[in-house]
């Protein structure tokens, strides 16, 4: 099967890392991986900040880079959400909303593409030690995705899963929201460690690059010891 990477800008930039993993899993589960060259920011930072019209256009060249997909799969449920908010952000646009449509109808976050179009449960994984799950906001509440990245971990052989209390609380990343609101976000960021903690898990998972960022950064700052790895991580290990 073909699918076109859909790789984002915080792994572009700070986590390639997940990148690499993302598309060694893929090639693993035997999925041909086409990345686009023309592929830039979604325009969420943007839209969610008000600059609409500007965002639309980050937004148009996205629709286009990845016009010709089968499959687009996204290492990250926020920007693989925003692909299917185009289609509100084009409505009525006779030109635009069409494509947006049709975008969102192929776009998939990893964990959702492997558990329901590859209908994958046990990706042959191999990771030891305790882990708990963050569960991002825009993956759960816009995207929907809820179920696929559980029953993975949870199939990974060696992985002793622990779920986490008060997983539906936000971690205070919020995009722009913990640019503009850094001591409300940081006291909801504190009050997450607190909940990863008490799991006495050895590693956070999450599949969302912006909240593993800003959790790993205020677990580093209070010396925390648990590891952060994204999901692509532990599901491409196969020691």
Not at 96 to 106: C, D, Q, S, V, Y
Request: glycine residues 8%; aromatic residues 8%; negative net charge.
């Amino acid at each position: 099967m073909k699918v076109t990477l859909f790789t984002t800008c915080l792994v572009d930039m700070f986590q390639t890392n997940v990148g690499k993993a993302t598309v060694e899993l893929l090639e693993h589960l035997d999925c041909k991986v086409e990345f686009p060259d023309g592929q830039v920011c979604c325009g969420q930072p943007a839209y969610n900040s008000g600059y609409v019209e500007e965002a639309k256009k980050a937004m148009k060249n996205m629709i286009q880079t990845f016009e010709d997909a089968e499959y687009i799969v996204c290492p990250s449920g926020s920007c693989a959400n925003m692909f299917h908010e185009y289609k509100e952000i084009f409505k009525g646009d006779p030109i635009w909303e069409p494509k947006a449509i049709t975008l969102a109808k192929k776009t998939y976050e990893l964990t959702q593409f492997i558990v329901e179009v590859l209908q994958i449960l046990d990706v042959g994984s191999t990771f030891k030690g305790r882990v708990t799950y963050h569960t991002s906001c825009h993956m759960t509440r816009l995207l929907g995705v809820k179920e696929p990245p559980i029953t993975l971990l949870k199939n990974v052989k060696g992985i002793e899963y622990v779920d986490l209390p008060g997983k539906e609380n936000c971690c205070g990343f919020g995009g722009t929201f913990s640019v503009k609101m850094g001591q409300i976000s940081e006291k909801m960021v504190d009050e997450k460690v607190q909940y990863i903690e008490m799991t006495e898990a050895d590693y956070l998972i999450g599949a969302d690059a912006g909240c593993l960022m800003n959790i790993c950064g205020r677990m580093n700052r209070l010396g925390k010891p648990i590891e952060v790895l994204h999901i692509a991580e532990v599901l491409n290990y196969r020691n």
